[in-house]
């Protein structure tokens, strides 16, 4: 089980948590719990950090945040124990939680769970700080932001877990935003990969990597919300799965498992550009020095005259870096004249049935032209079929699509 | 160096001290640090953990507030690498500080100190979290609260330090209250028995229990301020060494180093007792057990009727529960009748010098009679003398014994 920092913001909250906790344990289940700091707590902690030195040392700064969750995790086992379920907590160097690469930003390595398991195994339940670990020379370290959810798919499988429940604000993943789609559905199941591609658009449900992770490692990842009345069951949430256990299930299953939208984005072009070998990475080589996320990418076709244009999007923060750099090497790459457009977005249509269907694309864009709904650029992989158009279109543009690939449920709000 | 919670309240306060710790360093010397929380953070763990559970296990108490530490200490590293200086963070379980014991209340065993010396003479200053180590079965241990000044201590027996130097929220340790007495002097030197009595009765500059750590092993200590200006040198503080040292150093020492006061008493007396063997036991062990601090004690000799008074002193806070534990054996013991009296204080004259010197007591007993003063009661120890009077005089009390044993500076407020 794993809880995030609202589930985990104040005592009274966790002691919701433990209440959960608590239900697997009388239901005769080995009971290991990750736990996020308090909301707002690890942001407290940067701060000082900052504060305190503005080119901090990772390996200090580990030392300071990783506080976060050992709070919590203590917190919690107190909870447990006044609820009368044993329980203790254990810090990342007491499991050990090995970890390499850099402080701050660390991948977990090895974990050792002999005393852990053994621990499970005679009944206490075990908790554990998340996004915390320790480097080989016996230093704090922690996983970078959101690393939480990574320390609870890494413990799942090392524990050989049967399943890892991830307690968000929210009560599963959804086909789409439920905000814009009143008839959006809550999914029973989803793949590893789709959720990769809905949480990489902007249904960010789970941390990118822990999906990645637990798609590697086989873990099981159930998505469900703490937010229930004190004592009550925790309502059934969607589960993440690989798509052989999908296919077992011989569920019937939409085409489409959901839609999602991402307004972060920012349209550059590049007008008449020169064809020159070289060009493209004078231009895209400064944004991954800059460590500056290009998304779509579209070239138009030689049109015989010896130019071209070519369309990006990066993130809205990062544009007028993007564009400063792009400027830096302008006489190199020898383009007429650049412009941007910062009202785009990402229309996206996820689905693993999609690899085995013809078509799909074509209703994306019927249902799209039949609105008026240009298309800026579109981008498509095995799985996911991603549009850009005019920012003030997105809702509509999802509804539509919504609708068009059958995931409207029979009533307004239903679950699944 | 030792800085405890005030000195550490904020990222501004601790660049602070990270000068005075690069001060020490330039001047050539390998530097540990001992940090306590900032001033009310562990205040507030403990008020999470007290709301997680009325019951709490300590163990996990223990990894609660030892995070308070955790953060000053990675703080104050990180302060020091933005001015240039090395300096890493070593936790309690990373040198390790061997604890034994009960949790929450740990005392320290032994300190590994390989490393941590490795460290200081490649000239990184360690900085370290007081308050906490680790138990033998490698969990997280605190020493009880104020125990930062212990670790300090500890830490510095450990590495054989020629000094350990305390910086607290006061200049030093004072011939009397400055705030009650303007011409009291700051000491440049005094005893550790003379330290002892005078934080047990009131002057709490420092944890006794750390003093008398400090006497055990030898450790030379300096209490003075951090409280500079940012940049200036620390104004010297008051030596704490063994009276060997203060003899070599062939000083003029006054007959009395200083006078204590503590308004943190209440009386109990009971009247009319009859002489019976165990009567005494079944009166204390009660309050024993309650662990309650019983501190000046006073029977009356016997009238020759078989029946005794006997007067002794609680702190105030506990004088109810004491009041209900005597009133619950009263039957057994078979006095007539409790009174009890809140407004009491208790006064003492502290130095090594007395034990040479005949007439120390009776000038104390003139002076408070020549000022109508009524003694309630006397206790007395090698270096100490104490009188219980009625609260309101205090002061006057105080005053008196300042200048009747050639306290009073030159000048108002003259530092030695």
Redesign the interface.
């Known amino acids: 089980m794993k809880f995030g920092g609202t589930s985990m913001a104040g ?2 909250r ?2 919701t948590v433990a209440g959960l906790v608590k239900r697997e344990v009388d239901a005769g289940n080995e009971v290991a719990v990750v736990v996020s700091a308090m909301a707002g707590e690890t942001d407290r ?1 940067v701060n ?2 900052r ?7 990772p ?6 945040v ?2 976060g969750e ?2 919590t ?7 447990l ?2 609820m009368g379920t044993p329980a ?2 254990w ?1 990342g ?2 499991i050990p939680i090995g970890t390499t690469g850099r402080h701050a930003r660390a991948r977990i390595g090895t974990i050792e769970t002999d005393a852990l398991a053994a621990s499970l195994a005679a009944g206490t339940v075990a908790v554990v700080p998340g996004f915390q670990g320790r480097m080989d020379d ?3 370290s922690t996983l970078g932001r959101g690393g939480s959810d990574t320390s609870a798919v890494a413990l799942a499988a090392a524990i050989g877990a049967e399943r890892c429940d991830i307690y968000t604000d929210v009560a599963g993943v959804y086909t789409t935003d439920p905000r814009i789609v009143a008839r959006a559905r809550k999914l029973d199941y989803v793949t590893y990969e789709e959720m990769l591609e809905l949480a990489s658009v902007g249904a960010k449900v789970l941390q990118t990597r822990s999906v990645g992770l637990a798609m590697k490692m086989g873990v099981r990842i159930q998505v469900l919300t703490s937010f229930v009345e004190h004592g009550m069951a925790p309502t059934r949430g969607t589960m993440i799965v690989g798509e052989a256990e999908i296919r077992e299930l011989a569920m019937e299953r939409h085409l489409i498992t959901g839609i999602a939208h991402d307004k972060n984005e920012a349209l550059i072009m590049l007008i008449d550009i020169p064809e020159r070998a070289g060009n493209m990475t004078d231009i895209f080589r400064p944004l991954a020095e800059a460590q500056i996320d290009v998304d779509m990418i579209v070239q138009t076709p030689t049109r015989g005259d010896g130019l071209i244009d070519l369309m990006f999007t990066v993130p809205r923060g990062d544009l007028a870096q993007a564009i400063e750099l792009v400027e830096a090497n302008r006489d190199k790459v020898g383009y007429d004249r650049m412009t941007h457009n910062i009202k785009v977005a990402k229309v996206s249509i996820v689905g693993v049935g999609m690899k085995s269907h013809a078509g799909v694309a074509n209703t994306m864009f019927d249902a799209l032209a039949a609105r008026g709904i240009e298309l800026l650029a579109i981008a498509t992989s095995e799985i996911k079929i991603s549009v850009l158009i005019e920012e003030d279109y997105t809702e509509l543009a999802v509804r539509v699509l919504h609708t068009a690939y059958g995931l409207d449920a029979a009533t307004e709000g239903t679950d699944s």
Chains 1, 2 share one sequence.
Do not use: K, M
Request: glycine share 8%; aromatic share 10%; proline share 2%.
């Open positions: 005592t009274e966790i002691r902690l000082f950090c504060e305190a030195a503005p080119d901090f040392d390996a200090e700064y580990d030392v300071v990783a506080t050992q709070v995790a203590g917190l919690l086992a107190l909870c124990h006044g203790r907590s810090l160097w007491q016996g230093r704090v």
